[in-house]
C-alpha cells in the first residue's frame, strides 16, 4: 500500500519572489494525483521541495505522518522520473536500473532478481545488456521508470515525463504508466501541464495557477465542474457568453442579450441568485447544439469548420459579433458551408454559470440538489 503525502501551508521563495504561498493538500495512498498548470505555476517547484532538492522556505512536508523537512533527500525514499529521462549514457539499460539497488548495498543476487523482474514489467527485458545511445526516447522514459519503481519507494514523483516524446508515443507511454503504477499500488504525484495526459492518467487533479491551488477534484468533477473562469478555460476550451437571470412563473432562465427570444432553463442554480442579475455562461463546444433550420435559439454563421473524422469543428460568430466554437457529430455526407445560417441552443445540464467575474460557482453541484 502506498503512502499518505500531506503538505501543510507550504511557502517558497526565490529572493524577493513567492513563488508558493501557504499551499496545503494531502494525497491519498496508492493515489494517481497530478499537479496540473500553466508553465511557472509552481508546481514543478514543488515537487523538487517534495524530493528535497528545493529548500522549504515554510510549511510542514509529511510523508505518513513522518515530517521530511529536514531528512536528506537520498534519505526520503522517494522515486523520481525526470524530463529529461537523466539515463546514464555509460551504462548499459540493467546497469542503469540496478544503480539505486547498488547503492542501497543489496546482494548481487537480489539486484539481478528485482531488475530482471521490474525490467519485464516495463516490456524492456529485451533490452537489458543494450546502451542508451541506441534506444529510443520511449525506451529510454521505461529506464527511468523501471530504476524509480525497483527501489520500492514510498512515493513516485514524476515531472513531465512524456513531453520529449512524440504524440502516439506519448498516448502509448501515459498508459503504461499507468498500468504500472497501479499494479505496485505507489503513491504517485505526477506533474504535467497537458490536460489530456492529465485527464487520461489521474485519480484526482489539483488545477494549480500563479502557486495557488485552484480546484483539487477527480477528472470527471474538474471538467464537467470547474469552480471557476480559470479551470474552466485551462482544462479542455470553453466559450464565454454573458447572460442575465430572469425568474418568472417558479423558473429560473438565462437569457443571453441580442439572441432574440432565446431562454434557457436552469433548475440547476442557486435558489438565491437574484432576478436580473448578469453572470458568465461557460459553454463547452461539444455543449452546443446547431440547427440550420431555425428559428429556436441564438442566430449565428458559420465562419469555417475542421473536419476531423468523427466530429466537425465549426467557427461561428454571432450576431452581436462574439464568436464561439462548437464540436458536432459529423454528418454522414455533408459539412454546413461557410456562411451558413445556423440557431444554437445549449445542454442545460452541462454548462456552467459563474458570477460576472468568473470566481464563484453558481451551479449547485449535483450531489447536493
Known amino acids: 500500500m502506498g503512502a499518505t503525502i500531506t503538505i501543510e501551508n507550504a511557502l517558497k521563495r526565490y529572493g524577493n519572489d513567492t513563488i508558493i504561498n501557504g499551499l496545503s493538500l494531502e494525497v491519498q495512498p496508492g493515489e494517481f494525483f497530478t499537479l496540473l498548470g500553466p508553465s511557472g505555476c509552481g508546481k514543478t517547484t514543488l515537487l523538487r521541495m517534495i524530493i528535497g532538492f528545493n529548500s522549504i522556505e515554510g510549511g510542514i512536508f509529511k510523508i505518513n505522518n513522518?515530517?521530511?523537512?529536514?531528512?536528506?533527500?537520498?534519505?526520503?525514499?522517494?522515486?523520481?522520473v525526470f524530463q529529461n529521462y537523466a539515463v546514464f549514457p555509460h551504462m548499459s539499460v540493467f546497469d542503469n536500473v540496478a544503480f539505486g539497488l547498488k547503492n542501497r548495498k543489496l546482494p548481487k543476487e537480489e539486484i539481478q532478481k528485482k531488475v530482471d523482474a521490474i525490467l519485464k514489467v516495463v516490456k524492456i527485458?529485451?533490452?537489458?545488456?543494450?546502451?542508451?545511445?541506441?534506444?529510443?526516447?520511449?525506451?529510454?522514459?521505461?529506464?527511468?521508470?523501471?530504476?524509480?519503481?525497483?527501489?520500492?519507494?514510498?512515493v513516485l514523483l514524476m515531472d513531465e515525463p512524456l513531453s520529449?516524446?512524440?504524440?502516439?508515443?506519448?498516448?502509448?507511454?501515459?498508459?503504461?504508466?499507468?498500468?504500472?503504477?497501479?499494479?505496485?499500488?505507489?503513491?504517485?504525484?505526477?506533474?504535467?501541464?497537458?490536460q489530456e495526459e492529465?485527464?487520461?492518467?489521474?485519480?484526482?487533479?489539483?488545477?494549480?495557477?500563479?502557486?495557488?491551488?485552484?480546484?483539487?477534484?477527480?477528472?470527471?468533477?474538474?471538467y464537467q465542474r470547474p469552480v471557476n473562469k480559470f479551470v474552466s478555460n485551462f482544462i479542455g476550451l470553453s466559450n464565454f457568453m454573458n447572460a442575465n437571470i430572469k425568474k418568472e412563473a417558479g423558473e429560473t432562465l438565462l437569457c443571453f442579450p441580442g439572441s432574440g427570444n432565446y431562454h434557457l432553463s436552469m433548475p440547476n442554480l442557486q435558489k438565491d441568485i437574484a432576478d436580473g442579475s448578469e453572470v458568465l455562461v461557460a459553454i463547452r463546444p461539444e455543449e452546443f447544439e446547431l440547427s440550420?433550420?431555425?428559428?429556436?435559439?441564438?442566430?449565428?454563421?458559420?465562419?469555417?469548420s475542421v473536419f476531423l473524422g468523427a466530429a466537425t469543428h465549426y467557427f461561428l460568430k454571432l450576431e452581436n459579433g462574439c464568436e464561439v466554437e462548437a464540436v458536432q457529430d459529423s454528418d454522414m455526407w455533408e459539412i454546413l458551408p461557410t456562411g451558413a445560417k445556423v440557431w444554437l441552443t445549449m445542454k442545460a445540464k452541462k454548462i456552467n454559470v459563474f458570477t460576472p467575474d468568473g470566481d464563484i460557482p453558481l451551479v449547485v453541484r449535483e450531489e447536493l440538489l
Open 66 to 80: 513522518r515530517v521530511i523537512n529536514d531528512i536528506p533527500t537520498n534519505k526520503r525514499n522517494i522515486g523520481m
Open 164 to 194: 520529449n516524446l512524440d504524440a502516439k508515443l506519448r498516448v502509448e507511454m501515459r498508459n503504461a504508466i499507468k498500468r504500472i503504477q497501479k499494479q505496485f499500488g505507489i503513491t504517485t504525484i505526477y506533474v504535467t501541464h497537458d
Open 198 to 222: 492529465a485527464l487520461a492518467v489521474s485519480d484526482r487533479i489539483a488545477v494549480m495557477n500563479n502557486g495557488v491551488i485552484q480546484q483539487i477534484d477527480t477528472p470527471l468533477r474538474i
Open 292 to 304: 440550420s433550420a431555425g428559428p429556436i435559439g441564438i442566430p449565428a454563421i458559420v465562419q469555417s
Open 125 to 154: 527485458d529485451h533490452l537489458k545488456n543494450r546502451m542508451p545511445a541506441k534506444l529510443s526516447g520511449g525506451q529510454q522514459q521505461r529506464i527511468a521508470l523501471a530504476r524509480a519503481i525497483v527501489i520500492e519507494p514510498e
